[in-house]
């Protein structure tokens, strides 16, 4: 009988099947949760690689320093946040997690041991970073953490009336702001097609009487028959979002509840019942984006399957460092539909046409059914990085995007 197949997993927080092994192993890295040395003067923070953001920002933020990089989440772990080469909202700005990498150690499945780091001579770190957990086991991960002066951040929102409108605001922004995304109501036809309310924000200076900050936590308790997300809620909430006072001014915000707002309510998923949600999210080439996006926002209003988190950003010019990187340049938009069985792979079929047409990609770490057609024309190193695979490691996207069975 063949061994079975080794996979790391984290902190279960992928979307998608990237973290999922059928008939293998997970190898849980939860345990390897220690800061290995931190330096408060340069920033340089090297910790087992089972460490979550949120254990990293606990100690490092009251020390003024920051994660460079961010997802929209702290409760992913140091480990999956390099296996997934995972952005924030200021890619245009930073680049992606992966580039503030100072160094790595891989341990592989046959006890060869490898320290890699940036470098254009060292392919095992550029095979690691965005590398789905497939090279090996990471045991450990040295950052660069970037200064902040206080945990505030100064917030500016402003509201948009349709998806063209959000273009040029949206550069004017990035001139000016290190960190902007923006929501839009993915249900809005016509003119109003694409409105939404743009946010931008910068780590604010040292307040003379900074507000106070306590953070609260709710929880989603039950698992509800159907899902709470549907056609008139979504178009309630919606209108309401799009409608609440906006901050063209600037105000404070504490960087808990502006990078991490879904943190604030656990088991948030369980809204859309039990047979859950497949989240979309894609990456438009910039000759590309104006076209696809509106496209892709034609087709989810025409269907009536909108998206309770719509997310619209770019993505700047810095190159990606690992061969799978899923941050390149352009536009990239994310939505989270219910599972409503075939009706919704339908609709992600025909999003699909759309961004292999516009030569875009789609999101391994939130992706759960991506074809495997898609994927190799996405990511054309693919076949380069294979050589890199453990040979005991794989797992269900693995297989399900090399496979060639759709």
Known sequence: MAPRPLLPYGNGRSYGDVCLNDHGTLLVTRGLDRFIDFDPQTGLLRCEAGMTLAEVLALVVPQGWFLPSTPGTRQVTVGGAVANDVHGKNHHAVGSFGHHVRA???????????TCGPGRADAWFAATVGGLGLTGLIRWVELQLMPIQTPWMWVESQRFANLEAFWPLNRRAEARWPYTVAWIDCLAKGKARGRGILLAGQ????????????????????????????????????????????????????????????????????????????????????????????????????????????????????????????????????????????????????????????????????????????????????????????????????????????
């Not at 790595?104 to 490898?114: A, F, H, K, Q």
């Not at 088991?267 to 080439?285: E, K, T």
């Not at 792979?345 to 939130?366: F, N």
């Open 203 to 406: 780590h604010a200076p040292p307040q003379a009487t900074p507000p106070s900050f306590k953070e609260g936590c709710k929880r989603v308790p039950i698992d509800p028959p159907l899902s709470l997300v549907n056609r008139l809620s979504l178009k309630v909430f919606n209108a309401l979002y799009y409608r609440q006072p906006v901050k063209p001014q600037g105000g404070l915000s504490h960087y808990v509840p502006y990078f991490y707002p879904l943190d604030a309510i656990q088991d948030w998923n369980r809204i859309y019942g039990r047979r859950g949600f497949y989240q979309y999210q894609c990456v438009l080439p910039p000759e590309a984006a104006e076209a696809a996006t509106a496209a892709l926002l034609d087709t989810v209003a025409r269907r009536g399957e909108g998206s309770f988190l719509a997310v619209l950003k770019t993505f700047g010019r810095k190159p990606s460092v690992g061969m799978l990187s899923f941050p390149r340049p352009g536009t990239t938009l994310a939505l989270d539909f219910p599972n409503r069985g075939d009706k919704t792979l339908r609709l992600l079929d025909d999003l699909d046409a759309i961004v292999c047409e516009a030569g875009g990609a789609l999101y391994p770490g939130k992706d759960a059914r991506m074809p495997a057609r898609l994927f190799q024309s996405g990511f054309p190193q693919w076949e380069a990085f294979s050589r890199f695979i453990d040979p005991a490691f794989s797992s269900r996207f693995w297989q399900r995007v090399t496979s060639g069975n759709e």
């Open 104 to 114: 790595l150690e891989l341990l592989r499945s046959d006890g060869e041991v490898i």
